[in-house]
């Protein structure tokens, strides 16, 4: 599918400004999408919007359906009168340029819980009416999902194939029996959903209207512990008992000299076929519902995936096994038609993986801190760019431009000096312009970057836990980033809103 000439930020919803301890889909939202359309950019990406899991990583979720409810605004709430203001003076904590995650989810979870009970109390017929419908819309998952995560929270989040066998193997009865006993928190388990997603068709809306396309994120891996697996275990290669056999991972790379062992169970992609996809477009559907256009995760492993055996310490000793990517994404557009998919290309990437991504017209992506090692055929140095890709700065996973500068060997440095014609005392203005002046049909630049941090206000740092997930900006700092520099960068490279056709 052809992009348009254009140009937009990195930021994801738990990076803004909120009262709460993470930033959610509240007013700070959308001051970001006026900041987004003052300077003439028409791309929001962000990182999927599922609920997160072990270590807050938005790519270890509960469920590849389900929304955050940890995103959902108490002010908007408050704004439906579920909450009171005084509740919400009550759970206000002090900013931090690093979110809370332990004490936002044990504030906002009782906050969530009281407005939940105040929507059912309140019985208004049309919002119930509402309800009815989201459920009847989206009974394909969201039955499992609520369940799951009643038994999940019920048994202090312990993974589902220790649960009691006949849960774990989802006997009828057993199931029957949860729902009678447990029917008060699945309802609240579907009035958070219903009310994530409301807050979210706003926001989407708002962001369409004022000329901003938003670009979400499809990890290719589901967690383990997740309403996915045990609800399609026949998908995945894990035992009767559901322990994984196999687990995803990359090999060593870039990030990594042990390479990335993720701990994803694998697809049984001949299940799959059986089925048509059944589940994959499904989960597609579902995306292109919420969003505009969507990058896949890991898109080589459409093509072949990285298999280590589960128990392995690290992702050294694996193989790679050929998907039926060619058969998959053929089927997809049979059903779906041709759809505005970006193809995270990165790392070990074979002839075959391109091949792939060529045959159905897919972007790949190219980044520039990956630039600058002295090879002038470097695929991510931007006179190699072709036009159907997408020019990064850097991404969620790499430092910030700034800190990858500072910390880069004297010969980078040197490299990037030379080619960018500066003398280095602004590198990330120096590869925001490079990205906006290439002739890659979208560029893309994490909001660090246009304010200028350094490498303390990383995302995510790939192989390492604890303190990933966490940065945040104060309003002053998006105050202060430079509107009338990217807007005038944005017309002098063709990519102001007004000069891009629409998606």
Known sequence: MKFPRSYGTIAHPTSFPSPF??????????????????????????????????????????SAFAGNPYLISPELLAGKELLETAELDEFSQPFKVHADFELAFESKNLLLQRASRRFYQRNDLDEQRRLDSFIAENRHWLDDYTLFMTLLEERNFKPWNRWEEELAARKGDALARVRNRQSESIRHHQWLQFEFYSQWEKLKTEANRKGVRIMGDLPIFVAHNSADVWANSRYFTITETGDPIYIAGVPPDYFSESGQLWGNPLYDWNALKEEDYKWWIERFRHNFQLFDLLRVDHFRGFESFWRVDAGKKDAREGDWIKSPGDQFFATLNRELGSVPIIAEDLGLITPEVRALRDRFSFPGMNVLHFAFDGDPANTFLPHNYRRNSLVYTGTHDNNTTIGWYQSAPGDVKHRMRVY??????????????????SVSDQALVPLQDYMGLDSSHRMNTPGTVG??????????ML????????????????????????F
């Open 467 to 476: 303190e990933n997930w966490r940065w945040r900006y104060s309003p002053e």
């Open 479 to 502: 105050d202060r980033v430079d509107l009338d520099r990217i807007r005038r960068l944005g017309k002098e490279s063709n990519r102001l809103t007004e000069n891009s056709a629409s």
């Open 21 to 62: 301890g993470i930033g959610d889909l509240g007013p700070a939202a959308r001051t970001f999408i006026d900041f987004l359309s003052d300077s003439g950019q028409s791309i929001w990406q962000l990182l999927p919007l599922n609920p997160v899991g072990h270590g807050y990583s938005p790519y270890n979720s509960y």
């Open 420 to 437: 960018t014609r500066s003398d280095g005392s602004m590198p990330h203005w120096e590869l925001i312009r490079l990205a906006l002046f």
